[in-house]
């Protein structure tokens, strides 16, 4: 009885470790962009080089290379971790530190071999080259550009918006390219690829600053150069600011956009579920002084991020 609690609460600590909650918004990302957009932007018309197989096989590859990458971090900073969240602590507390370096290894190994598979199977190489690159950029971001200014906030939202743009990647043939039906579709994929992912890139981008912010005491204790510590919470709330009014503008240009092509449901909910959200969460980051408010405003992001998401559902292509 003993050795099966043992065993569910290592079981547990592993989940935790590789965060699966986020894990899930990646595949439902992805899910939702290949049966929403992807797909009907070919309708028939063209065979996808991204068949169902092939896609689950992507997904599959860029949640173990994003396991991975949890895994990794969490390992390099543990000590900053001793002082943050001490109560979330994973690493040497549950799992040792030799079991956690094994399984980002396992994982990033796997992620990147289903990466070239696929790449191999839709002739595209950029699809294991990216996946690849996303491996090298997670452990230099974990040994050395988390605790340097802005640079690793910017390269964590690139690989947030990587998950949307790698399926537009996978379908990119360049031989067929000139085909003016062809090119017409793509164009229309490329279009809301970069709309998502841009969306993605920018809410990620604010929320690593406001994550910023609350670590702030651990980081500055252990040499890491983020945003807050440099520059101070001031300027990284104005940066966190400038970032939200730059989304909320987009957004409601967008909308007019959108009005044109008939598509009547998504403005009200672009409206009420993420505009007014952010507006909320720009008011609060002004107020905001403790690290518990700063982790409430994060957790807030994530949702409007979700929220972005799950608009593809309303998506059509025409």
């Avoid at 909650?21 to 990302?29: A, E, G, S, Y």
């Avoid at 702030?216 to 919470?233: E, H, K, L, Q, S």
């Avoid at 007019?256 to 409206?271: E, K, R, S």
């Amino acid at each position: 009885m003993a050795r099966l609690s043992y065993t569910f609460r290592l079981l547990g600590a592993f989940f935790r470790l590789i965060r699966w909650p986020n894990l899930v918004f990646i595949v439902l990302t992805q899910v939702l962009f290949y049966y929403c957009i992807l797909l009907p932007d070919f309708n028939g018309r063209y065979i996808n080089a991204l068949q169902p197989i092939w896609f689950y096989l992507l997904s599959l590859s860029s949640v173990l290379i994003a396991a991975a990458g949890y895994i990794i971090n969490d390992y390099f900073d543990l000590n900053i971790d001793r002082v943050n969240k001490p109560e979330r602590l994973v690493v040497d507390k549950i799992i040792r530190r030799r079991w956690t370096i094994l399984w980002h290894w396992i994982l990033s190994g796997l992620g990147v071999i289903i990466g070239a598979y696929v790449s191999l199977k839709v002739h595209n190489p950029f699809v294991a080259l990216g996946n690849f690159g996303c491996v090298v950029l997670l452990w230099f971001y974990s040994t050395t550009f988390k605790r340097r200014l802005l640079i690793g906030n910017v390269l964590i939202s690139l690989m947030t918006a990587w998950v949307i743009l790698v399926l537009y990647v996978a379908e990119f043939k360049l031989a067929v390219f000139r085909d003016p039906f062809y090119h017409q579709m793509l164009s229309r994929l490329f279009k809301f690829a970069s709309l998502y992912g841009g969306f993605a890139f920018i809410i990620s981008l604010i929320r690593e600053v406001v994550k910023d912010i609350e670590d702030m005491n651990g980081d500055a204790r252990y040499g890491c150069r983020t945003m807050p510590i440099v520059w101070g919470v001031n300027a990284a709330k104005v940066f966190a600011a400038t970032w939200l009014v730059v989304l909320i503008g987009s957004l409601a240009v967008i909308q007019f956009y959108v009005l044109q092509n008939g598509w009547w449901i998504i403005p009200p909910y672009c409206a009420i579920l993420i505009i007014a959200p952010l507006i909320w969460v720009l008011r609060k980051l002004y107020k905001a002084g403790t690290a518990a408010e700063y982790h409430l405003l994060s957790g807030y992001i994530k949702g409007i991020m979700l929220a972005g998401i799950l608009s593809m559902v309303f998506i059509k292509i025409v």
